[in-house]
T-cell receptor, first 118, second 113 residues
Framework: GAVVSQHPSRVICKSGTSVKIECRSL??????MFWYRQFPKQSLMLMAT?????????EQGVEKDKFLINHASLTLSTLTVTSAHPEDSSFYIC??????????????FGSGTRLTVV | GNSVTQMEGPVTLSEEAFLTINCTYT??????LFWYVQYPGEGLQLLLK?????DKGSNKGFEATYRKETTSFHLEKGSVQVSDSAVYFC????????????FGQGTRLTINP
């Protein structure tokens, strides 16, 4: 149980175009999802917290207009990188929080999306 | 603010060696603590977790005990395998519920046959 599917796994786009990354919870409802960015050989940097039906909460220093997050349903959150530039190339990972009783709650991560902007 | 500090890597061991990856944290209140593992090109997988002091999380031969007195959550395994080669992240969430995770910097582990 608690599976999160993230697509695409890899994408190459031209500079100036937009790219959408999807994060789906397959067998549970995720009221809250998180988007992270990971640079090579580094830790995960939280970009934003996405709540179903409301605006995302962005971390300090993350451009809201560049990284658009939509969480329109309990099973889907999307991250759109708008007007992508080579410096946006990175590994993006989503995570969904699933509640439960006692210690059964937790965070499940997607498999990540490798974005390369050329 | 809340933070997690892991021992710096990379760590290289021989197969069947004993593994310890240190993790200490700073947080107010009573955080939940996690260890995640990341294989190349993949997302993170939960390895184990502990939600209160003195809890021991365990999975696949790995163990970690929540030590509030030393604010630590060190990861241990008695006999590592080549397949354990990966990057390991210690993390905390400050409160129960859908709170963001705070990650350590990660420790790259390589096991040689």
């Amino acid at each position: 149980g608690a599976v999160v599917s993230q697509h695409p796994s890899r994408v190459i786009c031209k500079s100036g175009t937009s790219v959408k990354i999807e994060c789906r919870s397959l067998d549970f409802q995720a009221t809250t999802m998180f988007w992270y960015r990971q640079f090579p050989k580094q830790s995960l940097m939280l970009m934003a917290t996405s709540n179903e039906g409301s605006k995302a909460t962005y971390e300090q220093g993350v451009e809201k207009d560049k990284f658009l997050i939509n969480h329109a349903s309990l099973t889907l959150s999307t991250l759109t990188v708008t007007s992508a530039h080579p410096e946006d190339s990175s590994f993006y990972i989503c995570s969904a929080w699933h509640g439960g009783r006692g210690t059964s709650y937790g965070y499940t991560f997607g498999s990540g999306t490798r974005l390369t902007v050329v | 603010g809340n933070s997690v500090t892991q021992m710096e890597g990379p760590v290289t061991l021989s197969e069947e060696a004993f593994l310890t990856i240190n993790c200490t944290y700073t947080a107010t209140g009573y955080p939940s603590l996690f260890w995640y593992v990341q294989y190349p090109g993949e997302g993170l997988q939960l390895l184990l977790k502990a939600t209160k002091a003195d809890d021991k999380g365990s999975n696949k031969g790995f163990e970690a005990t929540y030590r509030k007195e030393t604010t630590s959550f060190h990861l241990e395994k008695g006999s590592v395998q080549v397949s354990d080669s990966a990057v390991y992240f210690c993390a905390l969430s400050a409160l129960q519920g859908a709170q963001k995770l705070v990650f350590g910097q990660g420790t790259r582990l390589t096991i040689n046959p």
